[in-house]
């Protein structure tokens, strides 16, 4: 009985061996399969529905990279393409990759360049970074070149002054972004030294938004119908206002990056930094500023600019919609900034013992 007993006990071990290792044959070989999916840029539709049509072959994998070879030697890098679809599977709001190394090769969300002067880097710049910005995995303030960086992580960007509006500055910056970050987020984000951003929650509004779209997203701006016409705008044109910030996906600014130095030399007609960000994207890049009347709520512009004036933010504290943005502007006093950081930590506290108290409420009703 005992070496019978044994004897069952090996063949139960074998068995599990065995269907381990089959399992992670199998896994592997479908990781590979994603790693290859991943890897490849966005295709048009209908290319796509060849390469789905026609699997089998291997040189259909790279398709993407022919057709760059042939839209670069027409001079057509850059050109948005049609009904172009998602690089990456997307995952839900608040699922996690089921595999370890899909977790480890996740990019970070959001890389904040903020937009400032010499004279403003220990000022504004200071109060930002000791405030909301440490709330963000990656912040960056750009300024003139020469600039001192009075502790702060600074780029001091060549042959760029401080003449404002700063539309060289700024298309630099974009240009610094996707040379250097391109691959590290999915977001990249242009600010101005005088907003409050909520990161947190800013996070988690971008972590819910496919990053894999070319999407160009802010605060919508039309011009005033005045206006319209010494901007150059077409009809129908938007741009995203500069103030509240405005938000690249990471597939956008790689199409972007091809233009930049087109635009600095042909396209800017105006003073007006931000309309000219968006003539740029929308004239080369082929995207519009998104608008939504949500969206015109995350990005909260007080327009009267006396709200962030009171240090006991007594206006701010009866607007039910600025309470709910995750950015405002403008914040010009670098106390204010730090004074608002505070009033919104306080906000976000109370509004975390409120749900405690209710699911406190709740879990004694099931108790009872």
């Known amino acids: 009985r005992l070496k019978l007993a044994r004897l069952s006990v090996l063949i139960v071990f074998v068995v599990i061996i065995s269907l381990v290792l089959f399992y992670f044959a199998s896994h592997n070989g479908d990781s590979k399969q994603e790693i290859l999916e991943s890897d490849r840029e966005p295709i048009s539709e209908d290319k796509a529905r060849q390469a789905i ?28 393409r049609e009904g172009s679809i998602p690089r990456n599977r997307v995952l839900r709001f608040g699922e996690r990759p089921k595999l370890l190394f899909q977790e480890l090769r996740r990019r970070r969300t959001l890389f904040v360049g903020v937009v400032t002067a010499k004279k403003y880097l220990p000022t504004r710049a200071k109060a930002i970074y000791e405030s909301w910005g440490k709330d963000l995995a990656k912040i960056v303030f750009f300024s003139s070149s020469g600039s001192e960086n009075y502790g702060l992580p600074v780029v001091s960007l060549p042959d760029v002054d401080d003449t404002y509006p700063p539309q060289k500055k700024v298309f630099r910056m974009l240009k610094y972004m996707h040379d250097n970050f391109i691959d590290q987020f999915d977001w990249f984000m242009r600010a101005d030294d005088d907003v409050y951003v909520r990161g947190k929650r800013l996070v988690q509004l971008l972590n819910g938004i496919d990053s894999s779209s070319p999407i160009y ?9 005045d206006d319209r016409k010494r901007l150059q705008l077409e009809d129908g044109e938007v741009y995203c206002m500069g103030g509240t910030g405005v938000f690249i996906s990471r597939a956008l600014l790689k199409r972007l990056a091809h233009w930049i130095d087109d635009c600095l030399a042909h396209t800017i007609v105006s003073w007006n930094e931000d309309v000219e960000i968006g003539r740029c994207i929308s004239r080369r890049a082929g995207q519009q500023c998104t608008w939504s009347y949500e969206l015109d709520r995350y990005f909260f512009n007080d327009f009267s600019s006396t709200m962030f004036s009171d240090p006991k933010f007594t206006d701010l504290r009866q607007h039910k919609h600025a309470k709910q943005a995750v950015t405002l502007h403008p914040v010009k006093d670098p106390n204010m900034m730090r004074l608002l950081h505070r009033f919104f930590l306080e906000y976000d506290l109370q509004v975390l013992r409120q749900q405690q108290e209710r699911e406190s409420a709740r879990l004694q009703q099931l108790t009872n």
């Open 53 to 80: 049509g026609d699997a089998a072959q291997p040189k259909e994998q790279n398709m993407q990279e022919t057709a760059d070879k042939r839209l670069k030697e027409q001079g057509e890098v850059g050109q948005p």
């Open 217 to 225: 997203m802010g605060h919508p701006g039309f011009g005033r119908p």
